[in-house]
């Protein structure tokens, strides 16, 4: 706890809360939702292409945006870390944070196995898909809407939220 | 020049634009002139577009003027309610303009069902523009106040501060709205980075544009999500959307409506098969998308910050 309570009340801590800056908590909390439409986005319409929207679009180029959408993520990592440390005590105590870490390692799980075991088959664009790939789409499209959801919510309910 | 003045010069947009697109719609379609059905469905999209500035401007001057003794609290009022039923049915025709323009290039001529569609809720429009237009206009006439101020009776109960008490009594609405509002931007930023950084060159190998125009209703779908919830954060608590920054946000909204035409209207992008790079002109109108949506994201995040939210 001691431990925690150093990082939150660190120097760079108290500067991302309180400056005014445009690089401090707006600029970073801007990244991070700017990352969640890179993410999201490239993985939601590559979820929807697999359940039958927009079928001319070859899924076989769509691992082609993989970089995009993993530049994202990383972004995510990082702002995701520093939103943490400035209020880590309150966060680990708050179920609601462990429930978005949830669907966000259960979505990236999910993405890769659409990566391996649709993307990455030759036949895909030859054959209709089959159940599974759009199985695995459509819990895709479930864990990060959850994922929003949470996130989302972190404002709203348990220790650290603003309506208190 | 103030936020009156700028609702003043923008108001005329919504009711002559639209009679223009109307007029041409109805020709068009008597005479049976594909291009210039084309051209007024354009027409009625983007004054739904333009509207959005129009509708957001009327706020700031009902903000700006709120506390000066002679404005007719009870005229302002009933403008507010007509205006938002008209913006609404506004959008819609928006709304179906673009799809018609959508399925041209797939069908080659606009579906029986979409111009009927369009044409209908574009005459309603038009209708319930007018009257809020005329509503608007006595505001500004001081002469025939207390006649009109008697007619319209007290109109504290309106539709948008109905939704505003239905918002503020029930927690659970506006998170909700929030959640959607980040899904929807999601879904958008998700087509815009496809579509868009295809044309910059990734993935060039194995997708056409004709292939990814496909995902452009998807991209709607998201906007249309945003617009709608947008619509209940500002219907709800329009004080808290004053200024520039979110006027701003909102004219950004109109660039990418122009931008997205681009790519429906030109023949060029439909050039850029497989394999095909695409021309500078269009690369710099795909990059031109991604930096408009971010700058809207932009915008609307910086709203608690540098604007008038809390």
């Not at chain 1, 600029?27 to 039958?52: E, Q, S, Y």
């Not at chain 1, 769509?62 to 400035?86: D, H």
């Amino acid at each position: 706890m001691d431990f925690l309570l150093k990082i939150q009340h660190s120097g760079f801590c108290e500067w991302v809360r309180q400056s005014d800056s445009i690089f401090s908590y707006s600029g970073i909390l801007l990244l991070h939702t700017i990352g969640m439409g890179f993410v999201v986005g490239v993985n939601a319409c590559i979820d929807l292409r697999i359940l039958g929207f927009a079928p001319a679009v070859r899924l076989s180029g769509m691992e082609k945006f993989f970089p995009v959408l993993w530049l994202g993520f990383w972004v995510n990592a990082a702002t995701g870390t520093i939103l943490l440390a400035i209020d880590v005590v309150d966060k680990l105590a708050n179920a609601d944070f462990y429930v978005k870490m949830v669907f966000i390692a259960l979505a990236i799980i999910n993405l890769r196995m659409i990566k391996t075991n649709v993307l990455r088959d030759p036949s895909i664009d030859k054959r209709p898909l089959s159940g599974k790939a759009k199985i695995l789409a459509l819990t895709s499209l479930i864990l990060w809407i959850g994922a929003i959801t949470a996130g989302r919510l972190l404002a709203y309910v348990g220790p650290g939220s603003g309506a208190k | 020049m103030t936020a009156a003045h700028l609702h003043l010069l923008l108001n005329h947009f919504p009711t002559v634009a639209f009679s223009i697109g109307i007029g041409l719609f109805v020709a068009a379609l008597f005479g049976k002139n594909h291009s210039l059905q084309r051209v007024s469905l354009v027409i009625l999209f983007l004054t739904a577009a333009l509207t959005i500035t129009t509708y957001v401007s009327g706020n700031d001057a009902q903000q700006e003027l709120i506390e000066s003794p002679d404005l007719p609290a009870a005229l302002v009022s009933a403008h507010e309610s007509a205006a938002l039923v008209a913006f609404l049915f506004m959008q819609l025709t928006g709304f179906f303009a673009w799809l018609g323009l959508w399925l041209w290039r797939r069908a080659g001529r606009l579906a029986a069902w979409n111009a009927g569609v369009v044409l209908i809720l574009a005459v309603i429009s038009f209708g319930l523009m007018a009257r809020a237009a005329n509503m608007g206009g006595d505001i500004r006439h001081t002469e025939i106040h207390e006649s009109k101020e008697a007619a319209v009776g007290d109109e504290t109960q309106t539709l948008a501060r109905s939704w505003g008490a239905y918002v503020e009594a029930h927690s659970w609405v506006w998170p909700s709205a929030e959640t959607l509002h980040f899904v929807g931007l999601s879904l958008l930023f998700g087509v815009v980075l496809i579509v868009d950084l295809r044309m910059l060159g990734i993935g060039k190998q194995s997708l056409s544009f004709a292939a990814l125009y496909q995902l452009l209703p998807l991209g709607m779908l998201g906007f249309t999500i945003n617009l709608a919830t947008g619509m209940m954060f500002f219907v709800a608590t329009p004080k808290q959307y004053t200024g520039f920054l979110f006027f701003f946000k909102m004219v950004l909204i109109v660039l990418g409506a122009i931008n997205v035409l681009y790519f429906m209207l030109l023949n060029e992008p439909w050039t850029i098969d497989e394999g095909r790079d695409a021309s500078n002109f269009t690369k710099l109108v795909a990059a031109a998308a991604i930096f408009i949506w971010i700058a809207v994201l932009f915008c609307g995040h910086m709203l608690p910050f540098f604007g008038n939210s809390f």
